[in-house]
């Protein structure tokens, strides 16, 4: 504990700040200036180490020998891939580790099982796991565990558990009966990747009746609405102890989290509330009328409180930005829990840091946006006053929520980082106080930070580049990239990378030039950049304000000698200008054998000698992001009697598509992005699939059928479809369905029946269980509206009235989407446009006419002004 959180508690006098900052943080002040620093310590409070004891523990940890636990070495066995590497990894480890553990006993019992049926094939059964097994030490049950109640039939049941063919089946085995010390069990098997949201939710569901105790699913009734106050922890009572301590739960609260994450970033708040229970845990030895927290349990709430709030510092896998909210949600149940115990819970450094980097990368409010939009075009770029009102307004109205954030770790006694510089500059303000872009960032500290002192580098790149990305245009980018050059600092790829990433959206912002943009963005609110401003400016300085090329500074900061690497490597290779250049970028950043690179290119077909793994899956998904960018697409005829096939396209030599999915087909990576980047490319309008086939009809039906042999690889991998990746199977099936039902009638009835069964899935709404989540998936008005459209194209108009009335059956659930974006509106008046082109002048138009009314913020149907412009659009897509 530090002197701060010490004096508070000497003081006794604790205060909970109130709702004073939007984001509703509640923390305690710390101790006031009056505090009697001569009140002594109480007789419960725990002796804080002395130096000596720090220097003998040190030694000791310096001493201790590294060796490998039963349960490493359980879970090293298991991940083994073949008989013969887990044989020869046992007979290495077996006399090095404790044999008296319940994992070294199941590890024996699993290594004796796999000896005795190598010639066979037949999966265990409980029954014959026991027979099986003859050693004199199989049959010896450790004394320790006997008197742990721990009997054969246990053992039994771990070992056939963990005989599963794959993680998915062991967890489904351990589901489906869970053994004696589950949660030990759990999280071995947690280790592994949960790929199955279904799967992940009865996990969930696990955890809250077996390991947490709460008999009652409708104790929760209302936690995970993020209005409602944590207010019936005091009254809430957990139906026994809970069998394990701080540790333990903290580690099984930190896998969970990975997989939802990965998987299901809808569920974060409800994992944020697994601390409600454990907490009351905690008083089981007390009253029922006695809350006060002594020294003890305090410091134990603290711990876990703090690690929960870091671990909801951390984005999800997909759509990173766009899931921010439910970080939040969770870091701000966990807040309003931390001000309901007497004294309050304390936050650590690092919780204030995580709250004010899920800020940095949570959406902006209007206030914040309306700031932004409100600066000069001048640098620094301080405000303008509207009106004599804005005028008057004070300079707090312009702080944005990350800088409020940090001005209450200030006032709580930490000194400033190196992490709060640069959440500082993306949070709108200087070091010195002017003012920055407050710009949308998604950040990641992985390293403990420097504190900021008068001896501190003022030429840190991380700190000069993040002041490059909080610009507005490439000018404004590139005068902080030569200011930092002209003090005297080496630019490394924290600043190289930013100046690159702003020349790349220039180019993206020129090329664009001249279209309406539909959404208007305040300057921050993503990755694109404005127009420069129009100074008068002379010629000269204009020309020194004007950056390079991407591809000039590229090369600048390779000859330089850095060598792009992790994002900045990423990045690279999918923005690469050209193919030539991607691959180019590739090998001067890996720096892959050749005949690696040559397989890569396409210009070695010879496949025994590119190894997959010298590419990580971050890298193959950049490399076939790239190869999907520079397709070849027949051209329409503009007239009749003009060529179909654009010239380029029959004398190409190399078509990329071919190409990315034999990487893909070879790496079979467990990155879904990576595989919905090939379904992507197959539905793109007039894509040359085969040069063959290029404009030709037949074209689609093969993009079609590669489609079908990729999904079926995706799913061999154990991975599970989402909404991202059904939209792509939904647009193959509308271009090639009309010719799949002339010449395939039997794949043409597959189709449908895939396409079907996939959006039942995703459809399925659960019953409502510890506040869980009910949908498991993300629908949006997107998915609906393509699904309409294919169905419609085949004339399923019973499906489509089921897609209706299931829209109007989740009607609040798609409003809530749909206020968050205007696009995704846009997507819903799609969908009704489509739902009335395919259902007019049938027998179910009577039905849509009634289920439409029933919502009036839907307007009704469509004009047929919108109508018309619906069905002159290919694709639907407006």
Known sequence: MNECNRRAFLSRDWTMSSHAFQFAVLIVDPAPASIDLSIPIPDFAVPLPTPTDNDKIKTTLRKRKRYISPAGALFSWLNKKSLALKRNYFNRIWTTIDHLSIHAVVLHRLNANINALEDTSSELSVSNTVSITTSKYDLYLPRNLRGEGITEEDISHWVWIFSGENPKAMLHRFLEKPPIKSHVLLLRILQWDITDVQDLRRVLIF??????????????????????????????????????????????????????RKIWPEAMPNIACMLIPYSESIFTDLPDDCRDVDLHRHRRLCTLYNRFLRRFELPASLHPLASMKHNWSAQRKLLELGGDFQPPLILNERSFQAIATVMAASRKTARESKVATLRSRDWPPWRIAQDGMDALSTPQVDTSRVLLALAQKANSGYAPTIIDALLKIAGGQELDGTPTIHTRRL???????RQLSEGSDPLDPNVWGMRIEATRDVQEAWSAFIEFENCGGVPTQATYYPMLMKLQYEGKRLGHEGRKSKNAMAPGDAREVMAVAKNNYSKSYQ??????????????????????????????????????QGLIILREGKGIPFDSWLYISGKDTLHERFDVDILPEDNIFSVVHMLCRFLLYAAKPRVEGDAPIAAEAKEATFNPLPQAIALVKRKLPMFRPTWYTLFKALSRRDVVVSLELAGEPENDILAWQLLRDLLSDFHRCGLELDPDGFVHICSIASKAFPMLATLFTVEASSALELLKREFAKLVDVQKSVYDLPQHLHRISGHNLHLYVRVMGIAGQHEEIIKVLRWTVENYEYLQTASMDSVKEQRHMRKLFMAIRVFLSRTEFMKEADDLVEEIPDWEGWASDEEIEEYVRTPDGRG
Request: with cysteine.
């Open 207 to 260: 955890v809250w009746k077996h390991i947490l105790r709460v008999p009652q699913p409708d104790k929760f009734a209302g936690m995970a609405d993020a209005s409602v106050r944590i207010s019936t922890r005091r009254s809430y009572r957990v139906h026994g102890p809970i069998s394990m301590d701080d540790h333990t739960f903290g580690r099984l609260v930190s896998l969970l989290a990975r997989h939802v």
């Open 443 to 449: 950040m990641k500290f992985r390293q403990r930070a």
């Open 543 to 580: 020309s020194r304000l004007q950056p390079p090329s991407f591809l000039v500074l590229y090369h600048r900061m390779v000859s330089s000698g850095i060598r792009p690497s992790g994002r900045c490597l990423n990045f690279l290779i999918q923005r690469a200008p050209s193919l030539r």
